[in-house]
């Protein structure tokens, strides 16, 4: 039977992390629907018809769903359940909430964050924190999955498949959008699908030291830029910027920690990059054990030499 | 039952202010700072001997509950947790940081959240909580599904990884960690809340209320007298250890480092 995919878009344009799960649709194989849900999406409607690999986009354009809340979220992917017998979404913010909500009212488990598809009913996922990894079975008769998109490469933007309109059921108007304070983030690229970032930890010390040595670093790579928790606990960042078990999960090509010790749960978010590279002070701290290059040096130091010498 | 009297009779000096009771799950996991160790037969983690305590979101979701309640806001604060007869030590914890009473609903079977869900359903059930706060994810299976399982059985609102709740007659505001920054949803009550990081920093529990905790009731029930079907939905065929990196060299400049991420891993 076919597959339902949950796109990851913002409003304005559709995720990466939905091409990432569009390959991971593809391991599973099935004809892949992509749900388009939201408030004025034509266009990212558009841009999700490109996906190679994708039969259908299911477009629902309605106001109720703009700010894409779980409740009224769930009440439409369960009004398009039943033609599926998979239903997947890159684990985002959005995903991870209304996911599980799908899942319970389909009366089946859900297996969360899939970093391998070994069959079509078999799934590798991390647990605690990404120190061990389970292979699971389900038995349910529908498969609700999230995808950790970073174990996934994007599906290509070569496809022309046909948009549908599907109608969006009434919201049960159980919570309500109040505000949003976003895109912290502004002219860099997504954390979840840059090529390069650079993180920073506590040893920052403020939010203008953060500024001040990092941010020129990222800007002259053009990389996302990352924190450790101890940096967002301690106000350096803002909670979009965490890396980590409980924040975001990167892969980057290239990940420059900056004066983070490497705790497990940070290692958690990052260890999957393919070239790492840790400058502390502390020669003792754990992220050298998973760097592949190590700087044993002042980063207020080495970071500005850092930028002076890119282009 | 004193003290519930208390605060009930407090309430109606507020007038139509909605004072709530608050229902907190709680679930006893290796604690944060364990290394664990896969088993070598690949069966699973190797839980003997490691030092468990309350998975750290649900104790932000208890302290939240008990700030709550100090702040007038709650009549009670009811904390469960569905697990061993070991649970019990970390009902005690979120007694002596000042909870009212634990539920324990024993079982030795590694529960699904769906199946945890569905007990915590039965519980609301009985209990009508306003409000029920789950911490967003379990930190030993980081499944991140209990809260909006149960949320959704109950037909309830959900508001997911708050950083911060405001509670006004029958409407709660919360602040949610979303990928792209923050957002704020009104929810309707009764809903339920998953905690994250930030909502709050967890009390230690003190001496005297340590003590005052063993004093505490703990109903204790058994998974069986809900009715529902447990069983796992899940077939774990393996676990194993993640493939792991190896450190790599010591650079002693930045001119050595810009040199190697361009020459020898060409990444920049």
Redesign the interface.
């Known amino acids: 039977m076919a597959i339902l995919l949950l796109a990851e878009h913002?409003g304005v344009a559709l995720s990466e992390q939905t091409a990432r799960a569009t390959s991971a649709a593809q391991k599973i194989g099935g004809d892949i629907h992509v749900l388009v849900a939201g408030g004025g999406v034509s266009g990212i409607a558009g841009a999700a018809a490109k996906l190679a690999g994708v039969a259908k986009v299911l477009m629902a354009d309605d106001p109720s769903l703009k700010?894409q809340?779980?409740?009224p979220l769930?009440v439409l992917m369960i009004s398009l359940a039943g033609n599926y017998d998979t239903i997947i979404a890159p684990a985002?913010?959005?995903a991870?909430?209304?996911?599980?909500?799908?899942?319970?009212?389909l009366?089946?488990?859900?297996?969360?964050?899939i970093i391998e598809v070994v069959s079509s009913d078999?799934f590798k996922r991390?647990?605690?924190?990404?120190?061990?990894?389970?292979?699971?079975?389900?038995?349910?008769a529908k498969r609700v999955l999230t995808v950790r998109a970073a174990s996934f490469p994007a599906a290509e933007f070569t496809n022309s498949a046909p948009v549908e309109i599907v109608a969006a059921p009434a919201d049960?108007?159980?919570?309500?959008?109040?505000?949003?304070?976003?895109?912290?983030?502004i002219g860099r690229p997504d954390l979840?699908a840059a090529k390069?970032v650079v993180s920073g930890g506590r040893a920052l010390g403020s939010a203008e030291k953060f500024k001040d040595v990092i941010l020129p670093v990222a800007e002259k790579?053009g990389a996302a830029v990352g924190a450790s928790?101890a940096a967002?606990?301690s106000g350096y960042a803002?909670?979009?910027w965490q890396v980590g078990?409980?924040g975001?999960i990167v892969a980057p090509?290239?990940y420059i920690a900056c004066g983070i010790s490497g705790a497990?749960?940070h290692l958690a978010g990052m260890?999957d990059s393919?070239?790492?590279?840790a400058?502390n002070k502390d020669p003792d701290a754990p992220i050298?054990?998973?760097?592949?290059?190590?700087?044993?040096?002042d980063l207020f130091e080495?970071l500005p030499?850092?930028a002076d010498?890119?282009p | 039952m004193l003290a519930i009297f208390a605060t009930s009779s407090k309430s109606c000096a507020k007038g139509i202010e909605r004072v709530m009771k608050i229902l907190v799950p709680v679930k006893r996991v290796v604690d944060a700072n364990v290394k664990i160790r896969v088993k070598p037969d690949h069966s699973g983690v190797d839980l003997a001997n490691v030092k468990m305590t309350m998975n750290p979101f649900d104790e932000i979701s208890v302290e939240e509950a008990i700030r709550f309640k100090e702040a007038g806001k709650a009549k009670e604060v009811v904390v469960v947790s569905i697990g061993p007869g070991k649970s019990e030590e970390t009902l005690r914890s979120a007694l002596a940081m000042g909870a009212d009473r634990a539920i324990l609903i024993e079982t030795e079977e590694q529960l699904e959240p769906l199946a945890v869900a569905k007990i915590l359903k039965g519980i609301a059930s009985t209990e009508k909580p306003d409000l029920i706060i789950v911490g967003k994810q379990a930190i030993d299976d980081d499944c991140n599904q209990t809260g909006q399982m149960l949320s959704a059985l109950l037909g309830w609102a959900q508001a997911t990884f708050a950083s911060k709740i405001e509670v006004e007659a029958d409407r709660a505001k919360i602040t949610r960690e979303v990928d792209g920054g923050l957002q704020t949803v009104e929810l309707r009550l009764p809903a339920v809340v998953t905690s994250d990081l930030r909502l709050n920093e967890p009390r230690y529990a003190s001496l005297p209320s340590i003590m005052k905790a063993k004093k505490k009731p703990i109903e204790k029930k058994t998974s069986a007298e809900f009715g529902i079907d447990i069983s796992p939905r899940l077939t774990i065929l393996k676990t194993e250890e993640p493939e792991s990196r190896k450190a790599g060299v010591r650079v002693q400049s930045t001119v050595e480092l810009l040199d190697k991420l361009k020459s020898e891993a060409r990444v920049i």
Request: proline share 4%.
């Open positions: 913002d700010n809340l779980s409740e769930a985002t913010a959005t991870k909430s209304v996911m599980p909500r799908v899942a319970a009212l009366d089946v488990a859900q297996v969360s964050e078999t991390p647990i605690y924190a990404g120190n061990a990894i389970q292979t699971v079975q389900t038995r349910d049960p108007g159980l919570s309500t959008f109040v505000s949003a304070a976003l895109a912290t983030n979840t390069i790579l928790r967002v606990d803002p909670n979009d078990q409980t975001k090509d290239l497990i749960q260890k393919k070239i790492i590279v400058i050298f054990q998973v760097a592949d290059y190590g700087l044993v040096a080495v030499e850092f010498a890119l």
